[in-house]
């Protein structure tokens, strides 16, 4: 059994990590860390933790990595850098898979654009390996740190990569719009997230700025070899759980199609549909699977791709698990294979 | 006084042409077909007119149109080109806003093609108005039959129409993301609007063939003297009411800006935010107003347009009635004037 | 025209009285207070308001009160009475409605138990006047100071006060089960108001202490002629605006319709339904309208009640229009006339 | 391993018991029946199970019954009893989990009362056990014909029988106000569930004739050895999953409390909250878990009691699953420990 800890577990990506972990099979929960609970019971905080057993929350100098095999960083932006640092100075064997954005950017001088400061831990940022796994899967297994990429990101790179490496989409005309549920923001208390403000509507947010736009610009370069600026625009809808990219570029969609089924025939957490058909949101829910179809626009030579998973499991913690997976040794999907929740 | 009958206020257009006539001022309501409930009250239908006087839903045989000044026709495709026909030759003096998509198409090549029949009734689509009160008004006040358009196309084409027609937009570039609330799908029985398929999703439907496409080439064309083909792509949202145009396409955003700020700036019924602004689809529910938000991408070169309306208001029965108020010279915002309601 | 204030625009009842003050026809806005937000355009706050002219959120010290006929204060609880006794002072022959709970309680001991502390301004607590508007409508008349009632006791209040005052109610068996939609709870910032801890679930909430019980005890006592407890339980529902109370009780189910419906045949705000109708608390949305049922239980010698309007109109800020109304000698209806939004 | 079919895999309880069953890990899952739909692949009628393998849809006639182990029967009422005379005609020793209504109610006059026929099968619905798991363990155990219960019926049984048979609880007065969501209303198309109709409001329904009423009758009156009769009355609430009992009755809350924490000390499926707590429906969605809560109201002498349960699961599918692991002699909770997904 690894022995694992979760840094800001009271937030809804370190609740979705504990539910992973505790029906994980080979990963006990050694440590949860919630600097402003810490005393309080995780039932507290979320009532379907209820009767269980878990250890009781606690600042993160209070917890022990002595005997903890490898740490989940679920932290806000900010926090993260330094408790990580320590960490691995405290305990270098320690393996670390980060779901903040810290550690995502390669480029110092990205970071510091994008984030508005010099990064805190430079050394770690350069042998961070970005989490995408079925992406970076070999580099991904040698790290002791990973970055756990955005969902926005996640949801859109998992379609554009294989494409862009192919140099069948015309990267100077793709356009991502992007929808995503409430829970991505995080539980803060803020009077744009209250359900008044959120239900019986639709907007977009972050428009032009949206700082997963770094993550696709470093993957998507990456992928093509040189650089690609594409238009990212995400919206919030209302519902709890879902992403949804839908991607519209120059290029031949019945290529663009076959490429990605082929190149996804094997991967358990990416399911290519058939040509023309429509993946929803409600269909990936709960689940770590990503759902992606390629449709033919009427205007000619253009494609339509659409790409969707739930936010909190393959656009976090789930993607999270299946990286500690992969760096361990294990079998990639353990823990994983639960189905979608729909209705 | 006008005297009013809705065919088809079984629907949710015709219960919101209802609630709007109510307290029009100048109009009463004659008559209200449904055929499948005639012999009903419209409270059993709609508890919200529990209490209200209104007259009995009857058939549209039933309805005596000499009467009647204005006839708004909320039936759906295939049914009205003949009811419209047949009213129009009991009475040719009537004035008819037609909120279904049956006259929207002046080539009745494009009607063939879109809608797979030769349309039954020729001479009427060619003597039809298009209702895009803004940008029609002056033909729309001598017509008798008004073919109001389409909600995602009164959406998309308010901002577009004045860009295209002032080259200020590169209509080679412009990308379509549309997202809409249930309410416009009506209130057939059809299992994929219930609310367990609905709610916690979102996906796109009608992809590369949503039959309010055609509306967008032909006006698209028609205000830039060319052909233009736009890509769109319509998405629903778990909400009742709402829709929202999310445009990307190259062109000078800060000019687009200005250019419709002038160009609305004394509309009652549009309103551009300040440069920058992004609207919310909530803030004009139940209004027939539509807000407009214009921003420069950061990709060079590129501009995000953004527009939302009440799906039920200004993208049917709202624009109906304005249209109707237009015809008989009545102020165009009579009746119209009720404030959005948020939360 | 009158001339209104609002202290505490900010909040939902605040914009609400907004949006209905706007249209009402005799009253115009002076002045809008926001501590915090003073400075700021109330469009900046609420999109909808976005394009309208309304005078600058201020201070409620900024606020001139001598050009003032009217105030409405929508103040949160603790600060309300302090504000009012200033106002009433600086000008004794301002009218004021309160929407806060801080003058519904008659008896000092009472609001000091349900709120923990002696009441601050005591003779206006005894001159206010409980603006439940159809029970107390000739005191509202003569009065400067109307203490509007809370959502909750206004929704179950309606339908019970007139059955215990005529004696066709067992007063202890009387069960209260009520629903709420988000918008009651306010615009702050809370955890438990977030969008992901409010859709998609269903909870009863402030159980056996909710502070509107109070005024239930109060109202169904003074109606009764003795002291009258009853078991009253809220829920929150995943929804904006609407209030349900479900009420059992022993007696005659068909004598109590009989009695509801004599006794609001004449009411413009109150409709009873047929007997064995069930409201829907969405026919109500957005209108000053409360819907009333009654059914007879299939145990025999009890009965249901149903009772539901839309919490933040005639649950707060339609209600207190309306009392505004009544006290400046206006038709009871001005400016409350529009109907439900439905879908 | 066993083998099992589903008749009826077409609607949300069907998908519930394959999604349950594909993770049960000895079960496999021979056959799917759907008549109307017989030929087509699950995953065109549920997204979520696209990549899967699964047998194609069938008629209930094509289902070769000699393999089965074990039949989940999903029927609407009324085909039910004639599909599950004939399995066992057919194979005397197959199991049957029948989550339809059809078996629950042991005496035929008050099935004939509450159905309006008599029963088509009398000696199975003698034979048949009711599938309250923690009440009717030893008899499900040795049945070969479960009739699983009620949704609205499990939530309220499961705290209101120990308390009945304890003597703890006024049983003449007992109130049960139950809310759900909208899934145990089943995947047929009709107006009432669409997402318009259901979505921002709530209202009551089934009142005083929901028939779950019947299935409280039998098991209360069984329970306390004498005829109870309580006032139950469902409401929709605008969710997907999850069912809420709210229960008032006279008795002493401290007591009711350690009768629920003692007798339910050991149950996996049952988690009793600590007295004064108050459960909500998010925190058991998706698992097999009832959370039941215990107040004391202000009112003396009475008692508030609080239950809540995912209507698919525990309310359906995995008590079948559950009566199923019994019926043969596994572990009870094998396939049904997954947590619940929140948010």
């Known amino acids: 059994m690894l022995s694992a800890a979760v ?12 539910r992973l972990l505790l029906r994980h099979g080979e990963v006990r929960i050694a440590a ?30 209070q917890v022990d990595l002595s005997e903890v095999d490898v740490l989940f960083c679920a932290l806000p932006h900010g926090t993260t850098q330094t408790a990580i640092a320590d960490a691995l ?7 670390v898979v980060d779901l903040s954005a ?4 390669t480029d110092p001088a990205a970071y510091a654009r994008w ?3 010099e990064h805190l831990a430079p050394q770690l940022q350069d042998e961070a390996v970005y989490g995408l796994t079925e992406v970076h899967r070999d580099a991904i297994r040698g790290t002791r740190l990973v970055a756990n990429p955005g969902c926005h990101t996640t949801t859109a790179l998992l379609p554009l990569i294989p494409l862009v490496a192919a140099d069948a989409i015309d990267t100077d005309t793709i356009v991502v719009t992007s929808a995503t549920g409430m829970s991505g923001a995080g539980r803060g208390a803020k009077v744009g997230m209250l359900f008044s403000e959120v239900s019986e509507g ?7 700025n949206h700082r997963h736009t770094s993550e696709l610009d470093q993957e998507l370069s990456r992928a093509a070899g040189r650089e690609v600026l594409v238009t990212f625009t995400p919206h919030l809808v ?44 409600r269909h990936v829910r709960g689940s770590n699977t990503t759902h992606v179809g390629v449709v033919a626009d009427r205007v000619p030579g253009k494609a339509l791709i659409f790409s969707t998973l739930d936010n909190l499991v393959k656009g976090a913690s789930g993607q999270a698990v299946q990286n500690m997976n992969l760096v361990f040794g294990l079998d990639e999907g353990t823990g994983l294979r639960q189905l ?4």
């Open 102 to 105: 810290d550690f995502r950017l």
């Open 238 to 281: 209302p519902m709890n759980r879902g992403i949804y990219a839908t991607i519209t570029a120059h290029g031949d969609a019945a290529r663009m199609h076959a490429i990605l089924s082929e190149h996804y025939a094997d991967e358990p957490f990416v399911t290519v549909l058939r040509f023309g058909e429509v993946p929803q949101s």
């Open 89 to 95: 100075r405290a305990k270098p064997t320690l393996k």
């Open 32 to 61: 949860l860390s919630a600097d402003s609970n810490a005393g309080r019971r995780m039932g507290e905080l979320f009532g379907q933790f209820g009767g269980l057993d878990l250890p009781m929350l606690s600042t993160i100098t």
């Open 340 to 343: 979608a929740l729909f209705p």
């Open 202 to 208: 639709y907007h977009a947010y972050g428009v032009a």
């Open 115 to 117: 984030y508005g400061h």
């Open 7 to 18: 840094y800001g577990a009271s937030g809804y990506t370190g609740a979705e990590l504990v």
